[in-house]
């Protein structure tokens, strides 16, 4: 039984991982209806800005955030003016290649101004296993994991208040809904274009930070955003905690899976599981768990 | 007619040609808005009327012509300068937010009256919830007036079709603007619910001192309601005056129930 609750909590909290990334996603989506193929990108992107301006400049580790969220901010605003202002009205799949051009682009800046090589990010986030859950439960869980999953939780929180009760977050939503309405309202589209890919900039970077300590700062990280596509496909394109749940549901599901059916199969199955359940919901609720009803009408 | 002509110009347009591709949808318009006025445009499908009231709000820029709003005179609109500068509207086939609440949506209307800045706004604390407070009831002043208290907290895609359209109508009041463009408030609406649209449209003009554009099809409505009617067909200025002059013009009457052509 313990092993039990192990296994579905390290896949909870791997899951947690995967809905950090899945996060920046539904974010531009909702309010701009771009799948943004670069969001694992910039999840690297900002990982290897972190750690460049830690080792080649010598800041401070919370300056080192600060800097990172201002570039991060910067390269949003970057992104308005160059790209998105230019293809407003432009076909879902032109922007959807657009982004994987940004993707390409994000990629070589990181690897000019930082270089290639593997890099350690040591924010002192704690290291090891929990201590407490291995004394009092028996439980094996990872202190790391336990802080990302603490950070998401607080992120989400966050990010539900701000789009539910302010002034931004509603107009965020409106432009999501309806463009010209929320055109005729005053509310700018290139300056909600900015804030959203900002936040799902900062996002990238809490992402970045987390898969960064787990594994090192390296290009394999901008990969992780594959990982999350199945976790879009199960939670809905369009909402926030559909992406949270839908990372848990892919964490655990994919590391019950390989503990109790790998051995009839003879394992591995952890690496194509998540795919095979988003196919399947592909066709049964093709809209996801939370996300909004697909009406056509004709 | 003195007291009328001595009335502000608010709104001025003058030879408007806007053209999609090979397509003429306005062909040189001509006409002006005075302050407090209920100023109708209508005319048969494809008149250029909805085309109209784009141009004015900013989302349609016309090759040829200028807009004189409050005394500025413009090439043409940006949707933005449009609604800083108190000109709000409702659509033909309602654009409300669908999946936000009644109160939400009214709220967007008041999003030019919110000046807070990101900082506040993202840690909802100090002058960003005081905003959010004054803003609260202002909007729930409108719901008041509309009559929709039930309907506060239901997500708008759900309402029924006559009530949508008051909830668009209710975004648009919540900006105060000084000119409302309606186009085609009633349409769709059963003789009960226009009745109730035709109230508010009145009151909103007296009680309010709101200037109004609308569109409409219903002519009952149009000459009831309407200080001076314009009449477009085909893009093009067919007649625009008082009501019963534009009733009894007999250019007016052959558009509408159309005269064979003569061969």
Do not use: C
């Amino acid at each position: 039984m313990t092993f039990f609750i192990e296994v579905v909590l390290s896949g909870l909290m791997a899951g947690v991982m995967y809905s950090l990334v899945a996060l920046g996603f539904v974010l531009i989506f909702k309010a701009s209806g771009i799948f943004n193929f670069a969001q694992g990108v910039m999840a690297l992107f900002a990982a290897l800005t972190l750690v460049g301006l830690m080792e080649n400049f010598g800041f401070p580790i919370w300056l080192a955030i600060i800097g990172t969220i201002a570039v991060m901010i910067a390269l949003a605003w970057l992104i308005e003016r160059v790209m998105l202002r230019h293809l407003v009205n432009q076909e879902p799949i032109i922007l959807f290649m657009a982004t994987i051009g940004l993707a390409y682009v994000l990629e070589g800046m990181g690897d000019i101004m930082w270089g290639s090589d593997v890099k350690v990010l040591d924010l002192g986030i704690p290291q090891g296993a929990s201590d407490w859950m291995l004394d009092n439960f028996d439980i094996y869980i990872e202190k790391l994991e336990i802080f990302a999953a603490g950070t998401a939780a607080i992120m989400v929180a966050f990010l539900a208040v701000f789009f539910q009760k302010t002034r931004i977050g509603r107009a965020l939503r409106a432009v999501a809904d309806d463009h010209q309405a929320a055109l005729s309202v005053g509310i700018s589209l290139h300056t909600i274009w900015v804030i959203v890919w900002s936040v799902a900039g900062i996002v990238a970077l809490v992402a970045g930070i987390m898969w960064g300590s787990k594994s090192g700062v390296q290009f394999s990280l901008s990969l992780i955003a594959l990982k999350a596509l199945p976790v879009l496909i199960l939670g809905g394109f369009t909402s926030v905690p559909g992406a949270i749940i839908g990372g848990m549901i892919i964490g655990v599901g994919e590391k019950v899976a390989e503990v109790y059916l790998g051995p009839f199969v003879g394992g591995a199955i952890e690496n194509w599981f998540a795919y095979m359940l988003a196919l399947a919901f592909l066709l049964f609720r093709p809209q996801g768990l939370f996300g909004e009803k697909i009406i056509e009408r004709v | 007619m003195t007291q009328q002509s001595a009335a502000e110009t608010i709104l001025a347009v003058e030879n408007i040609s806007l053209s999609f591709g090979i397509m003429k949808v306005l062909d040189s318009i001509s006409f002006d808005i005075r302050r407090g006025e209920i100023r109708s445009i209508i005319g048969p499908n494809g008149a250029g009327k909805s085309s109209m009231l784009n141009v004015i709000n900013g989302f349609y820029h016309p090759q040829e012509g200028s807009i004189t709003f409050k005394g500025e005179t413009r090439k043409q609109m940006a949707p933005h300068v449009a609604a800083s500068h108190g000109i709000a509207r409702t659509f033909q086939n309602i654009a409300l937010f669908k999946g936000m609440s009644t109160l939400d949506n009214i709220m967007t209307g008041r999003n030019l009256k919110m000046k807070t800045n990101l900082f506040w706004q993202a840690l909802h604390i100090g002058p960003a919830r005081l905003e959010e407070l004054e803003n609260r009831e202002a909007a729930e002043k409108i719901i008041d007036f509309l009559d929709i208290q039930a309907i506060r907290k239901k997500p708008v895609g759900k309402l029924p079709y006559g009530l949508q359209k008051r909830v668009e109508l209710g975004r648009a009041l919540a900006a105060e603007p000084e000119l409302l463009l309606l186009d085609e408030p009633m349409a769709g609406m059963n003789s009960e619910e226009k009745e109730d649209m035709s109230r508010f449209i009145i009151d909103v003009n007296s009680e309010f001192g709101t200037t109004i554009a609308l569109i409409e099809h219903d002519m009952g409505v149009v000459m009831d309601l309407s200080d001076r009617v314009l009449v477009l067909d085909y893009g093009k200025q067919l007649a625009d005056g008082l009501p019963d002059e534009v009733r009894n013009n007999q250019v007016v009457i052959d558009a509408y129930l159309g005269v064979p052509h003569e061969h």
